[in-house]
């Protein structure tokens, strides 16, 4: 289910141009984080991929459909949006009810709506939960309801804004093994994040917006390592990419295990082979 966005422009009632010529193509099953400052244009932009915001120029298609044409509400059948605050999204008395919604709403037959339901609690850790109200629950698993109500849908494409904003690290944890089994299904996830460790580890793609456009797009390694770039919109690369650089590396390490094989690359240049397994074993 590709994402084709062709000169898209949007301003607000009030006249703010919050999207200036915007042009890109997201394919399926791509993993696609979008950084940069708040009114950066972010949001804006997603919520055309939903039908959420309609184009004041240029188009957006979901697979075959342009947006324009099409109803939100059949447009929810391919595009899941997770909110930021799950008190947005959550409306029923019971998390299995909140969770079925998405699916019957969508006409799926009940055995099929049964198994949805089933895999998106075991998925966000909700099972044994089914018949707590979800305001009866804290923000961080009012998050996960809300997130299992959008993966029981099964749509092609999944979108999260800020998924890790007030959560715990197992609550992150757990985020990233939904995105990670998301795409073993060969889903398209595209998130809107502040986080830029969270980013680097469970991204491929960067896209970093300011001031309405692109400022930049492509691998995660090659957006992430442009510092100088990133600060235009107020973004800082990720914590290892940052220590990488104060260490005179060219490499753009975006998880421990790529950093630590760099390490041992570079002590064994300045000790050669022995000494950097020694000084590792140590």
Same mark, same amino acid.
């Given at each position: 289910?590709? @994402?084709?966005?062709?000169?898209? /422009?949007?301003?607000?009632?009030?006249?703010?141009?919050?999207? %200036?010529? @915007?042009?890109?193509? #997201?394919?399926?099953?791509?993993?696609?984080?979008?950084?940069? $400052?708040?009114?950066?244009?972010?949001?804006? *932009?997603?919520? /055309?991929?939903?039908?959420? =915001?309609?184009?004041?120029?240029?188009?957006?298609?979901?697979?075959?459909?342009?947006?324009?044409?099409?109803?939100?509400?059949?447009?929810?059948?391919r595009v899941?949006?997770?909110?930021?605050?799950?008190?947005?999204?959550?409306?029923?008395?019971?998390?299995?009810?909140?969770?079925?919604?998405? !699916?019957?709403n969508l006409?799926?037959?009940?055995?099929?709506?049964? $198994?949805?339901? %089933?895999?998106?609690?075991?998925?966000?850790?909700?099972?044994?939960?089914?018949?707590?109200?979800?305001?009866?629950?804290?923000?961080?698993?009012?998050?996960?309801?809300? +997130?299992?109500?959008? =993966?029981?849908?099964?749509? &092609?494409?999944?979108?999260?804004?800020? !998924?890790?904003?007030?959560?715990?690290?197992?609550?992150?944890?757990?985020?990233?093994?939904?995105?990670?089994? *998301?795409?073993?299904?060969?889903?398209?996830?595209?998130?809107?994040? /502040?986080?830029?460790?969270?980013?680097?580890?469970?991204?491929?793609?960067? #896209?970093? +917006?300011?001031?309405?456009?692109?400022?930049?797009?492509?691998?995660?390694?090659?957006?992430?390592?442009?510092?100088? @770039? *990133?600060? $235009?919109?107020?973004?800082?690369?990720? $914590?290892?990419?940052?220590?990488?650089? %104060?260490?005179?590396?060219?490499?753009? !390490? *975006?998880? @421990? &295990?790529?950093?630590?094989?760099?390490c041992r %690359?570079?002590?064994?240049?300045?000790?050669?082979?022995?000494?950097?397994?020694?000084?590792?074993?140590?």
């Amino acid at each position: 289910m590709n @994402i084709e966005v062709e000169d898209l /422009h949007f301003s607000y009632p009030g006249g703010v141009e919050a999207l %200036r010529g @915007i042009t890109l193509r #997201i394919e399926g099953g791509e993993l696609v984080a979008m950084v940069g $400052q708040n009114g950066s244009g972010k949001t804006t *932009l997603v919520k /055309h991929f939903n039908g959420l =915001l309609q184009p004041s120029r240029g188009c957006v298609r979901v697979g075959d459909w342009d947006t324009r044409t099409v109803s939100v509400a059949r447009l929810a059948s391919r595009v899941g949006y997770v909110f930021q605050n799950p008190d947005d999204q959550l409306f029923c008395k019971t998390v299995a009810e909140e969770v079925a919604f998405g !699916p019957r709403n969508l006409g799926y037959a009940p055995e099929k709506v049964e $198994q949805l339901v %089933r895999r998106a609690l075991a998925w966000t850790g909700l099972t044994g939960r089914e018949g707590t109200n979800p305001y009866d629950l804290s923000p961080t698993w009012r998050k996960m309801v809300a +997130l299992a109500a959008v =993966l029981s849908m099964d749509t &092609p494409v999944v979108i999260f804004d800020e !998924p890790t904003t007030g959560q715990d690290w197992q609550s992150v944890a757990r985020m990233a093994r939904v995105i990670a089994m *998301l795409r073993e299904e060969g889903k398209t996830v595209i998130t809107i994040t /502040h986080d830029m460790d969270f980013c680097a580890e469970n991204f491929t793609r960067v #896209i970093a +917006l300011g001031g309405g456009q692109v400022l930049l797009d492509g691998p995660a390694d090659e957006v992430l390592g442009e510092a100088e @770039i *990133l600060a $235009q919109t107020f973004v800082e690369p990720p $914590q290892l990419v940052r220590l990488a650089r %104060r260490l005179g590396w060219k490499e753009t !390490p *975006l998880t @421990i &295990p790529v950093f630590l094989d760099a390490c041992r %690359r570079s002590v064994r240049k300045e000790d050669g082979a022995d000494g950097a397994e020694r000084r590792f074993d140590t």
